[in-house]
């Protein structure tokens, strides 16, 4: 079974910056892309970066580009989130997710999520 556990969540200003971890279970990680989600209170969840295995591919959602940065360290099994120049827009809660292969794009296992508040 994989788990997921995401943390580095917590309330920052407007134009500050948070980093979330995101620690997998499993000797197997390397095997897999990973994504991270967010969902804002009244809205549905939606895709705010993924990398793949390798680390040679990377999305991101319009709305986060040149503001976020993903990252992986194979050897920690664990999936960064860097988030700088934050806005109140950003508030949610912030999923990991490990994708179903090196870069598909879908998605299996889910983290708890951590909760993103940022103040005006």
């Known amino acids: 079974q994989v788990q997921l556990v995401e943390s580095g969540g917590g309330l920052v200003q407007a134009g500050g910056s948070l980093r979330l971890s995101c620690a997998a279970s499993g000797r197997t990680f390397t095997n897999y892309g990973m994504g991270w989600f967010r969902q804002a209170p009244g809205k549905e969840r939606e895709a705010v970066a993924a990398i793949s295995w390798s680390g040679g591919n990377t999305y991101y959602a319009d709305s986060v580009k040149g503001r976020f940065t993903i990252s992986r360290d194979n050897a920690k099994n664990t999936v960064y989130l860097q988030m700088n120049s934050l806005k109140p827009e950003d508030t949610a809660v912030y999923f990991c997710?490990?994708?179903?292969?090196?870069?598909?794009?879908?998605?299996?296992?889910w983290g708890q999520g951590t909760q993103v508040t940022v103040s005006s």
């Open positions: 997710a490990r994708d179903r292969l090196g870069w598909s794009r879908t998605y299996d296992y």
